[in-house]
């Protein structure tokens, strides 16, 4: 048995030329994929996930805002990965009834309905983590550039949210002697789950939020509007925050007015009308960042990775393929950059991604095809070994 991998068909104007071609071929697995998923070719091909069972595997690339339900319906593809920018949902899927695997290459899961895919029997997968110690050295970098007293100082670092990015960011802090405090009312007390809200609101030099977007029907401690204008009016106006989770965690009207009145300092890179960023706040921030905090080169691909790993489980396929293959030598050493705190800059240029932001400034606002191309065109940094 061959196993020929039909081609990746690079856009979705390309989906008429295949389906033309394509002839119910027994055995095929079609696949339709956010074109921002790191490494598809090199996860995703007949090699790959072919193994004597799937002779033909096509792979059709498609921005994340232009997955819809028209083409779901015109594909009927097997498998559905996406990224954050696609909500999956009844809209989407409603008249479909071949997708039988949903992935998506992000840790953040607001964007499904997974109620929606269990009824409907598709098997769900994320790629929780992924990107855990990409986000916390995007924080700590933050924090350094716009606080580099706190190298030598000891400061104490709120963090809202102890999952695997909260808690992996503790861990940096504790390496630099900083004092965490900690609120997740989901996970039992710890060294880390140390206080309420109220005292990381009011105690923290910097408080760090790594939530996930939950609405009160989600979640018994919804987190839409956690940081709304009670919160912030707590808040002392030195501590600098930083949000890395989902805009609208941070409630944006109250947040401009915030910073109108106490000149706090604010790191954003996530927005409430994201991928639109009205200029009244971006022009207040200390720094701005169009959603890239895990956009390394090992964040990313090991997104890819947890959800082909999580496709090869379906198909009760070996995964063959491994990041570890793809990635260049890295030679980002935390260990150096704390023996070599002027360093900072060669190890994350946190500022250029800011100026690259500001520089899309046009009438008022980011407009979301400017922050989309951005994110698209973002040149990935390299995770630092701890
Ligand atoms: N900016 C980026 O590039 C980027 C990258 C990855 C993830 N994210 C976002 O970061 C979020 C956190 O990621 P993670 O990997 O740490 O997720 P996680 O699921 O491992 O941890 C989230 C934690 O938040 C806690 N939590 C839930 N509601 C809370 C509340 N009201 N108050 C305090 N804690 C609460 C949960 O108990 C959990 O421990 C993701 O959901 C995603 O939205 C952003
Ligand atoms: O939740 C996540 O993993 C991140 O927010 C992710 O990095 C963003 O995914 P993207 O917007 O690139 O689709």
Known sequence: MSNVNKASIPTAQALDAWSNQSSETPNSLTIIADSNIASLDDFFNAQTLGQE????????????????????AKAQPDVLLVRSVTPVNASLLADNDSVRFV??????????????????????????????????????????????????????????????????????????????????????????????????????????????????????????????????AAMPADTLLINSARGPVIDAAALTSDIAETK????????????????????????????????????????TQMVYDALCEQLALAPTQSMHQLLPLNTYLWSELKAHPERLIRFYDIRQDDKDLRAKLSDGQVSGADFDKLRREYRLRREWQR
């Not at 992935?103 to 895919?117: C, K, P, R």
């Not at 716009?146 to 949210?161: F, V």
């Not at 994201?274 to 895990?294: D, K, R």
Request: charged share 15%; with cysteine; glycine share 6%.
């Open 103 to 232: 992935g998506s290459a992000t840790i953040g899961t607001d964007h499904i309905d997974q109620d929606y895919l269990i009824q409907r029997n598709i098997r769900f997968a994320n790629a929780a983590g992924c990107s855990k110690h990409s986000v916390a050295q995007y924080v700590l970098t933050a924090i350094l550039t716009l606080r580099p007293k706190y190298w030598q100082q000891p400061s104490t670092l709120g963090i809202i949210g102890l999952g695997n990015i909260g808690s992996t960011l503790a861990q940096y802090a504790h390496d630099l002697g900083w004092q965490v405090l900690g609120y997740d009312p989901l996970l039992p007390e710890s060294s880390i789950n140390n206080a309420s809200f109220e005292q990381v609101i009011t105690q923290s030099d910097a408080i760090s939020l790594h939530v996930p977007l939950t609405q009160q029907d989600d979640s018994d401690y919804p987190t839409w509007h956690l940081i709304d204008q009670a919160a912030l």
């Open 264 to 303: 706090r300092q604010v790191a954003l890179d996530v927005f409430e009308h994201e991928p639109q960023v009205f200029a009244p706040l971006l022009n207040q921030l200390a720094l701005a960042t169009p959603h890239i905090a895990g956009y390394t080169l090992e964040g990313k691909l090991r997104g």
């Open 53 to 72: 069972i799937y002779q033909t595997v096509t792979v059709i690339k498609v921005a994340g805002r232009d997955i819809d339900a028209q083409l779901l």
